[in-house]
C-alpha cells in the first residue's frame, strides 16, 4: 500500500502530516510512503531528512496517480479535489460537520474520506490519535506568548531598582485543552491566572495548574455530550456575557478558546466588555472565525486596536506557527490511526480496512462506497436539501 504526504496548501499552513521519524516507523510496518517535494520544508525537514528514513520523494502528479492513501494536516483544497480518483482514501482534519459539502464531493468521486476530527477522544485506545487535543495543546501554548509578545508590560511580579512590577493579570475562558495549556505556560511565565469554563468538571482542572477559577453566581453549568460544552439558550447567553463582564474589565489579559463543536464559537466577550478594559490590554481570540469569534470585533489573522486602546487578536491555526512540534505530534496521531486502519484488515494485503461497526472508524470515517457514512455530516446535508425544497 502506497501512503503519501502532501505539501500543504492553505496560507500560513507550515505543518506536515508525517515526519520522517514516523516514514521510518510505517515503512517498518511495510508501508510504501511518497512524499511530495518540499512537504516538510514548513516544519524545518528537508527533503533529504524524508529519502534517508527511506520515503521516495516525488513530485504532484506522480503522487496523487500512484497513491492508495493520502495524508493531510487539513483538507484537499480544490486542486487536490481535481486529482483525487475513486478508490483512493484521504487521512485529515476535514472538519465535516463545519463543511460537509467537502464530505459529499468526496463521496461523489468514490473518495474515502477519513477525519480526525471525529475521533471519540473519550476512548482509551484512541488517545494516542487524537489530533484535535494535540494541536490545541501547542496552540494553547502560543496563544499565551502571543498574549505576552502584544502586552505593554512584564507578565511576572519583578522587583528591580527601577521600581517594582506587578504581575499581569490573565483570564482564559473556555478551559479545555487549549485553555489549560495556556493557563499552565502563562502561570510558567509569572502572571496572575484565573479561568472559567461551562463544564462543572473544569473546575478541578483549572485549580490543579494553580489558577483561580472563577464561578459565576448564576450557576450556569453546560456540559454536553462527550466531555464537550453544549451550546447555550440565548437566555443563558446573555446571563454568562452580563456577569463575565464584571471579571472580564479587571485582566490585563484574556485568552478565549471556547468551542461547541459544530456550532459558531460562542460570544463571551462583548462589544461593552472590551471597551471596559484599561488601555493597553490584550485579548486573544483563539475562536476567532469568519463567522465571529469568542470576542466581539475580532478578525481573523489580525490585531485591531480598540479606541479605548486594546489589543483584539483573532488568532487563527496557531499550532501552525510551532509547526515542528505541531507536526511531530500530529505525525503520531495519523500514523497510530493509520496503523489501526490496516493492521484491522490482512496484514498481508496491507489495504484499509473500512468498518465503520468500531468505535473509532464510526467517528472518523465519512465518506466511503460513494456515500456519506457519518450519521451526523449525513444528516446535515439531508437537512440542507430539505431546508432547500421546503
Ligand atoms: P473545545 O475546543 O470543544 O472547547 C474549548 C472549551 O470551551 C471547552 O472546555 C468548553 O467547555 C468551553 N466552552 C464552550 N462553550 C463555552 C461557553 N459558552 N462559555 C465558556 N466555555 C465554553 O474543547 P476541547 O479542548 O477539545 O475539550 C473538550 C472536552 O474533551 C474537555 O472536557 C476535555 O477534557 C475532553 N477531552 C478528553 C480527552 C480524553 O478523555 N482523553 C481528550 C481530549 C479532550
Keep these: 500500500m502506497k501512503v503519501a504526504v502532501v505539501k500543504e496548501s492553505a496560507p500560513g499552513e507550515r505543518r506536515v502530516a508525517l515526519v520522517p521519524e514516523t516514514v521510518q516507523k510505517l515503512s517498518q510496518a511495510g508501508l510504501t510512503v511518497l512524499v511530495e517535494k518540499g512537504a516538510g520544508d514548513g516544519a524545518w525537514f528537508p527533503d533529504d531528512t524524508y529519502a534517508a528514513a527511506g520515503a521516495t520523494v516525488t513530485g504532484t502528479d506522480d503522487l496523487y496517480a500512484t497513491a492508495d492513501v493520502i495524508l493531510m494536516v487539513t483538507r484537499p483544497d480544490e486542486a487536490a479535489l481535481g486529482r483525487l480518483r475513486t478508490g483512493q482514501a484521504v487521512i485529515g482534519m476535514l472538519a465535516p460537520l463545519i463543511d460537509p459539502h467537502l464530505a459529499r464531493t468526496l ?88 479561568g472559567y ?5 473544569s473546575k478541578g482542572e483549572v485549580e490543579s495548574l494553580g489558577a483561580t477559577f472563577i464561578q459565576l453566581t448564576s450557576g450556569l453549568s453546560a456540559a ?9 439558550s440565548a437566555e443563558e447567553r446573555d446571563a454568562q456575557q452580563a456577569e463575565l463582564a464584571a ?23 462583548t462589544a461593552e466588555a472590551v471597551a471596559a478594559m484599561a488601555p493597553g490590554s490584550v485579548i486573544v481570540d483563539m475562536g476567532a472565525s469568519p463567522l465571529g469569534g469568542n470576542v466581539a470585533g475580532s478578525v481573523p489573522g489580525e490585531a485591531v486596536v480598540t479606541p479605548n486602546g486594546v489589543t483584539v487578536i483573532g488568532a ?34 496491507r489495504t484499509l480496512n473500512i468498518d465503520t461497526t468500531d468505535d473509532i472508524q464510526a467517528g472518523v470515517v465519512v465518506a466511503h462506497g460513494g456515500e456519506v457514512v457519518h450519521p451526523a455530516v449525513a444528516k446535515l446535508l439531508a437537512d440542507e436539501s430539505a431546508n432547500q425544497g421546503s
Excluded at 482564559?172 to 491566572?193: D, E, F, S, Y
Excluded at 469554563?197 to 468538571?201: E, G, L, N, T, Y
Excluded at 462527550?226 to 447555550?232: D, N
Excluded at 485582566?251 to 460570544?267: F, K, N, S, Y
Aim: aromatic share 4%; proline share 5%.
Design 247 to 269: 471579571h472580564i474589565a479587571r485582566q490585563d489579559v484574556i485568552i478565549t478558546t471556547a468551542q461547541v463543536p459544530g456550532r459558531r464559537p460562542p460570544l463571551l466577550v
Design 197 to 201: 469554563d461551562v463544564r462543572p468538571a
Design 224 to 232: 454536553g455530550e462527550g466531555g464537550y460544552a453544549r451550546e447555550l
Design 107 to 194: 463521496a461523489e468521486r468514490g473518495v474515502t474520506a477519513i477525519s480526525l476530527d471525529g475521533l471519540p477522544r473519550t476512548l482509551s485506545r484512541a488517545q494516542g490519535m487524537d489530533a484535535l487535543t494535540s494541536q490545541a495543546n501547542v496552540a494553547g501554548y502560543k496563544a499565551a506568548l502571543v498574549a505576552a509578545e502584544a502586552y505593554g508590560r512584564f507578565f511576572p511580579l519583578l522587583i528591580t531598582a527601577a521600581g517594582t512590577a506587578r504581575p499581569a493579570r490573565l483570564l482564559v475562558l473556555g478551559t479545555g485543552v487549549a485553555g489549560l495549556q495556556a493557563i499552565g505556560t502563562a502561570r510558567r511565565l509569572g502572571a496572575q491566572v484565573s
Design 316 to 349: 487563527e491555526n496557531l499550532a501552525a506557527s510551532v509547526p515542528t512540534a505541531a507536526s511531530n505530534a500530529y505525525s503520531r496521531n495519523i500514523s497510530a490511526l493509520l496503523l489501526q486502519l490496516v493492521s484491522a484488515g490482512d496484514s498481508e494485503a
